[in-house]
């Protein structure tokens, strides 16, 4: 069963008075990207997180959010007092100074850099967190991986109609070409016949027969049904046995679509050539679906 590479999970639970919410969203991309973003408390889990996520993941740019919701400040963050009270003295005494009254706001304060700073969790604490997290990426990872496989049933249900279509094309070239170089051995004794004539001469058969076979030769297109054919096959097994199948599944079809490219230049008939543009437009359709397989 295929899997789409769009999807979202997310987890949310609490340890220890601070509640942790997880977020993961895929998109697509040919290859595997990670982007972790974690608070600066917690950095240190970004080395196991991004192993977790290439564990279960193979395709798609991943972003990775860990958030703190709904804590006290105090459970996540320290202030730094005595630098907060030096920096407050030292306003007030340029205010003093030049002569200029007003309300220090604290808050304002707060928010220069290194007077709010987070907490450093001891290794005990590292541990206990590292599990937690670990456990509601997890979590989030299944529901992500469960929107995947939804979204990858409709993409297989895509992928398979285009390919029956192409199937059905190919049937209708198959059925022409074994009348293309029949055509073209009456259209040529025709054509023949008619300037022999005028100049009251006869045509030896073997030398028209030569001629009829080296252009079936040369637009003989069996091998190139064959094959297409064969990808086709191989597309729907694909399909049905591998969770993990975009790269080979883009592979496939660019071999279908030089199938049905030499097809097209060899076959030299107006009813084969329809039909093959149809069925590169078909190829077409599976290359942009693939792209979203992981």
Known sequence: MLNSMTGYGEAIDELEGISYAVEIKAVNNRYLKTIIKLPEGVAFLEDAIDKELRRHLSRGTINYVLRFKSIAAQALFEIDEVTLKSLVAK???????????????????????????????????????????????????????????????????????????????????????????????????????????????????????????????????SEEIARLDAHLQQFAQICRTDGQAGRRLDFLSQEMLREANTVASKAGDAQIARSVVDIKCLIERLKEQIQNVE
């Open 91 to 221: 306003l007030k005494a340029i205010s003093a100074s030049v002569g200029v009254e007003g309300a220090i706001d604290v808050a304002s304060l707060l928010e220069l850099p290194g007077i709010v700073q987070p907490v450093t969790p001891d290794e005990e604490q590292r541990v206990k967190i590292a599990e937690f997290v670990l456990r509601l990426t997890a979590e989030a990872l299944g529901r992500l991986k469960h929107m995947r496989e939804a979204e990858g049933g409709f993409l297989d249900a895509d992928l398979k109609k285009h390919c029956d279509a192409i199937h059905n094309e190919l049937q209708s070239v198959r059925q022409r070409s074994e009348s293309v170089v029949l055509e073209y051995a009456k259209r040529l004794r025709k054509r023949v016949d008619e300037l022999l004539a005028e100049a009251k001469l006869k045509l030896d058969e073997q030398t028209l027969a030569r001629e009829v076979a080296i252009l079936a030769d040369r637009s003989d297109i």
